[in-house]
């Protein structure tokens, strides 16, 4: 493997995607690893991506990961990092943005670090250090409502302050919109003033180049893919970076075709009623059911088996909100999600079986189940379908092309669209 340029550290598996993507755009040829590797990796590639599943691991556990994916990235010989969270800054009440934040910057011999979630792309801005979706402020958007991380506040200066002993600031938009230095100006104030991350405002992809450009000689970046859109220029001017056209490209796989769906945000519900109304099969599993050992598994199996000939079908556990609470007081929260995320992983190795190579995933636990499923060991970035979320071809004893969406990511019309645009 030759020196990657950058390395990064993602939080969940569609993240590290929604990431990955971003930096493909730019020109970077981009590995995202399923985990931290246990050895060197043969690829040719500008940016590595090691994606973990610890968004909602204890913050211990959520620190010991990150910083065994620093270590294999440090030794990589990577000039720079990249802790990547969600564009909606998920998070447990006792981090683990923070807690992680902190024990990367320990690590590297680091004082000050960005902060900074916004995807204007996808509909994710910051204003005064509050976190917009949409129109909307985060906390009254519908991730209030998220099952295992809600967000219930959309100031994301006092949410990260809550996390972390360091001192938290905000760069306004009103200096971003000055420019490059202004942002350096304040960059350099902030860590004069002994403050530990600054919260920057974004509100669209011009914010983010000025961003990303200010933090060309930051050690760690931290923030959602957005921010990253500024930085392969950085390494374009510093010569380190050619042109490359063909960063996307990607071989096709061929076979059949299906979506497994584990989300319950408002996004992906979304595409599920789409994906009904347009006529085509879908199957809903039922997580009492599966609580209580019905084979869902073998019937949805045995339902896929004639339809698949005729074109791809959803599976999803997806649900409405109050649907999902329901289950959640019968089951446990926790419990809830697993079920659905090991019954859709175990139904993804029967469809491989009846021929099934093409697969569009949503939900990032349920992207993380099913990639470790196939035993997929790393993915190719290749073209973005929808901002954030590329196809991406899946490397292991059985390659596989995978679309791994987000919850919140996607137009509604997203599941066909990306079986439409299958590489």
Known sequence: MNQPLLGCIADDFTGGTDLASMLVRGGMRTLQ???????????????????????????????????????????????????????????????????????????????????????????????????????????????????????????????????????????????????????????????????????????????????????????????????????????????????????ADLPHVGGRSAVLSGSCSVATNGQVDHWQQSGRPSFALAPLLLAEGHDQVSEVLQWAKSLLAAGPVLVYGSARPEAVKAVQQRLGVAAASEIVERALSQIALGLRDLGVNTFVVAGGETSGAVVKALGVDALRIGAPIDPGVPWTLGLGKHPVALALKSGNFGTRDFFSKALELVP
């Open 33 to 247: 690893v399923i985990g931290v590797p246990e050895g060197p990796i043969d690829a040719d590639v500008d940016a590595v991506v090691i994606a973990l599943k610890s968004r909602t691991l204890s913050a211990a556990e959520a620190v010991a990961q990150s910083l065994a994916a620093l270590g294999w990235l440090k030794q990589a010989g990577c000039r720079q990092f990249f802790f990547k969270y969600c564009s909606t800054f998920d998070s447990t009440p006792r981090g683990n943005i923070g807690p992680v934040a902190d024990a990367l910057l320990d690590a590297l011999n680091a004082q000050l670090a960005l902060a900074c979630p916004a995807f204007p792309e996808n509909q994710r801005t910051l204003f005064n250090g509050h976190l917009f979706v949409g129109d909307v402020l985060l906390s009254e958007s519908g991730m209030r409502h998220h099952p295992l991380t809600p967000m219930i506040d959309a100031n994301l200066v006092r949410v990260l302050q809550q996390q972390t002993a360091r001192r938290v600031g905000l760069v306004p938009h009103a200096v971003v919109s000055q420019g490059v230095d202004a942002v350096r100006r304040a960059f350099t104030r902030a860590q004069s003033d002994g403050l530990g991350y600054v919260i920057v405002d974004a509100t669209n992809n011009l914010d983010l180049k000025v961003i990303g450009e200010a933090a060309a000689n930051h050690v760690l970046i931290t923030g959602g893919s957005g921010v990253a859109i500024g930085l392969p220029d950085n390494f374009k001017r510093a010569g380190l970076l050619p042109d490359a056209a063909s960063a």
